[in-house]
């Protein structure tokens, strides 16, 4: 079974930064998709990037395009999200996700395209 295993989160300012890790084990398919994933109290949870493991092509929500940075390791299995010009709106819960099978660019934005998840990382912006 794939389990996925987040870290780096913690209490940061506004305006700062912090980067985030999901190290991704118990997959032999070389054909996936990750993703990170963000879910505040009271809201649903909302995609924040993706990238695929074919190509590394990468996908940004609005919110966090130009702030934000998807990326993996040579291996392919850690995923990394650096995260620039922290706003209190983004305190939430990340988590990363994984699907096996490259996603089409579409799919990639959606909750139900990852079948594997991490328990999640809190990351808080104070103001």
């Known amino acids: 079974q794939v389990q996925l295993v987040e870290s780096g989160g913690g209490l940061v300012q506004a305006g700062g930064s912090l980067t985030l890790s999901c190290e991704v084990s118990g997959s032999t398919s070389s054909s996936y998709g990750l993703a990170w994933f963000r879910q505040a109290p009271g809201k649903e949870r909302e995609f924040v990037a993706g990238i695929r493991g074919g190509d590394r092509k990468t996908q940004y929500a609005t919110s966090v395009k130009d702030r934000f940075a998807i990326s993996t390791n040579n291996a392919k299995n850690t995923v990394y999200l650096q995260m620039n010009s922290l706003k209190p709106e983004d305190t939430a819960i990340y988590y990363c996700?994984?699907?096996?099978?490259?996603?089409?660019?579409?799919?990639?934005?959606?909750?139900?395209?990852?079948?594997?998840w991490g328990q999640g990382t809190q990351v808080t912006v104070s103001s």
């Open positions: 996700a994984r699907r096996t099978g490259n996603p089409i660019v579409s799919m990639m934005r959606q909750v139900q395209a990852y079948e594997d």
